[in-house]
Nanobody, 121 residues
Framework: QVQLVESGGGLVQAGGSLRLSCAAS????????MAWFRQGPGKEREFVAH????????FYATAVKGRFTISRENTKNTVYLQMYNLKPEDTAVYYC??????????????WGQGIQVTVSS
């Protein structure tokens, strides 16, 4: 019913940039709040960035503020994560997240398969 596919990861030197994309196979993309999470080696999965249905509101983890930008194009059913000034500590598997709200019934999360980002020093 819902499929999320990440792309754009890879190897980059410290200080470089990458843009991750997440293509969503859904009926109505604007129904989903979108976010990015990541999981570094030996670490728990952590929140990176969040964007509202319309793309007007965003929220970032402190560690990436000023360096990462989340955006979405609802006509393309796609969310992006533009990453600048990458650091070795950004090395992780990055996961796309889609959350659908059901009013008083709560919400449900869908996840992509994850994509590797490796930053060399």
């Amino acid at each position: 019913q819902v499929q999320l596919v990440e792309s754009g990861g890879g190897l980059v030197q410290a200080g470089g940039s990458l843009r991750l994309s997440c293509a969503a196979s859904v009926r109505t993309f604007s129904d989903y709040v979108m976010a990015w999470f990541r999981q570094g080696p030996g670490k728990e999965r952590e929140f990176v960035a969040h964007i509202s249905w319309t793309g007007v509101s965003t929220f970032y983890a402190t560690a990436v503020k000023g360096r990462f930008t989340i955006s979405r194009e609802n006509t393309k059913n796609t969310v992006y994560l533009q990453m600048y000034n990458l650091k070795p500590e950004d090395t992780a598997v990055y996961y796309c997240n889609a959350r659908k709200w059901f009013g008083s019934l709560g919400e449900y999360d869908y996840w992509g398969q994850g994509i590797q980002v490796t930053v060399s020093s």
